[in-house]
């Protein structure tokens, strides 16, 4: 199981578009260059994932980055306006604008029957505000690969190892983002303490 494991992922990371992830590079650019914020969602392990981007993009790109972690305001959200609404609420409280990006992490890409929040959060972003949205999915990348300016869509063959498998990649292609000539500004701690 282990290795094919490790030859699952690895096939999973051939196959990942390089076009798709310097596009998400040029929107993260754009954002810093025009003074915007970076907005990251995603539920489950998407969206721990999130939370370890978010400080990521912060400390070493110099990009204002946040994500919805706060367990105190997501469960009053859910208590009070419901599942679906928690994420567009968040974004609208947070006073998310055209200047902003969003920074989607879904293994299923958000569909509307398992996602309901993330998809209304995406359709609010371009329809009412019309910031630009890029992310990471899985499978064909759902609504994300529609309505983002860019999205790494992660393959995976066997379906028992698409969720593990694709929030893994997720990891990968954050640390590799953060660590892209064009975006990184500051070391990590290693760097400093050779």
Known sequence: MIRSFIEATQASLERLDPHAIEAMVAELVAVRARGGRLFLLGVGG???NCSHAASDFRTLCDIEAYACDNVANI???TN????DAVFGLW???????????LYVMS????SVSLSRGLADAREWTTREVGAPIIGVAGRDGGVLAQLAMACVVVSVDDPALVTPIVES???VIWHLLVS?????VRPTAWEIKR
């Open 46 to 48: 998407s969206a721990a």
């Open 75 to 77: 469960t009053a959200l």
């Open 80 to 83: 009070d306006e419901g599942c």
């Open 91 to 101: 974004l609208d409280a947070s006073y998310f604008s055209a200047d902003d990006l």
């Open 107 to 110: 293994v299923g890409g958000g």
């Open 169 to 171: 990649v997720q990891a």
């Open 180 to 184: 892209h000539p064009r975006l990184k």
